[in-house]
């Protein structure tokens, strides 16, 4: 049964920026808002046979700007969102550690997603890392993933300034959703192959 689920493919996700509005330190239910094509770039996603898992550092929390229990609130709303869209996620991996705390689950570390692999069963580096800063495309080319910068959130920003080198660059997720059902319908290894960059400009830790 484990070989069969090894063969399963996961996307991991940002967020702030990549599926909810960029809020500084969101710290309320009211506050989440899903970016314009979520739920349609999600399902697309799902109806590929992707997994989805979301990977998030929340450093809000190790500030004491407000606790776990919130946060899951917080996340709790989300996932009503998501599940209005006809999406489900099937791990939420938090980091809820400051920068200073040298924990080894904060983005762009792999803790997080070595976590999520272990427990839902998947090849971290046969997996998709979609996210708007340089941390998250870090974390998916330290495991040797496939990774997508979008466009929302900081992406844009980070793109014009040149402090990151994703594999492909979308404008939202319906775009990156487009892009990996392109690799997969070529039967690209590796999910979506190998992607164009070769070399990662140092990025700064978001």
Same mark, same amino acid.
């Given at each position: 049964m484990n070989s069969v689920l090894r063969k399963r493919r996961f996307v991991a996700l940002d967020r702030d920026g990549t @599926? @909810?509005?960029? *809020?500084?330190?969101? =710290? =309320?239910?009211?506050?989440?808002?899903?970016?314009?094509?979520? !739920?349609? #770039? +999600? %399902?697309?996603? =799902?109806?590929?046979g992707l997994g989805l898992v979301m990977v998030t550092n929340q450093s809000a929390v190790g500030r004491g700007y407000f606790d776990l229990a919130r946060l899951e609130e917080i996340h709790g709303r989300l996932r009503e969102l998501l599940? /209005?869209? !006809?999406?489900? +996620?099937? #791990?939420?991996?938090?980091?809820?550690?400051?920068?200073?705390? !040298?924990?080894d689950c904060r983005k762009p570390l792999p803790g997080l997603l070595l976590r999520? &692999?272990?427990e839902l069963v998947f090849d971290?580096?046969?997996?998709v890392v979609i996210g708007d800063k340089p941390c998250? @495309?870090?974390?998916? %080319?330290?495991? #040797?993933?496939?990774?997508? +910068?979008? *466009?929302?959130g900081y992406g844009a920003e980070h793109e014009a300034a040149g402090t990151v080198m994703p594999d492909h660059v979308a404008d939202d997720l319906v775009e990156a959703?487009?892009?990996?059902?392109?690799?997969?319908?070529? #039967?690209? &290894? !590796?999910?979506?192959g190998e992607g164009t960059a070769t070399? /990662?400009?140092?990025? %700064? %830790?978001?």
């Amino acid at each position: 049964m484990n070989s069969v689920l090894r063969k399963r493919r996961f996307v991991a996700l940002d967020r702030d920026g990549t @599926i @909810i509005v960029e *809020r500084q330190y969101l =710290s =309320s239910p009211d506050q989440v808002e899903l970016l314009p094509g979520v !739920g349609a #770039g +999600l %399902r697309a996603m =799902s109806e590929l046979g992707l997994g989805l898992v979301m990977v998030t550092n929340q450093s809000a929390v190790g500030r004491g700007y407000f606790d776990l229990a919130r946060l899951e609130e917080i996340h709790g709303r989300l996932r009503e969102l998501l599940l /209005a869209e !006809g999406v489900e +996620l099937e #791990g939420t991996y938090i980091c809820p550690h400051t920068p200073e705390d !040298g924990c080894d689950c904060r983005k762009p570390l792999p803790g997080l997603l070595l976590r999520a &692999s272990g427990e839902l069963v998947f090849d971290p580096a046969d997996a998709v890392v979609i996210g708007d800063k340089p941390c998250d @495309i870090e974390l998916g %080319r330290g495991v #040797g993933a496939t990774t997508i +910068l979008v *466009r929302t959130g900081y992406g844009a920003e980070h793109e014009a300034a040149g402090t990151v080198m994703p594999d492909h660059v979308a404008d939202d997720l319906v775009e990156a959703a487009e892009f990996l059902r392109r690799r997969i319908a070529a #039967g690209t &290894s !590796g999910c979506c192959g190998e992607g164009t960059a070769t070399a /990662a400009e140092p990025a %700064r %830790r978001v």
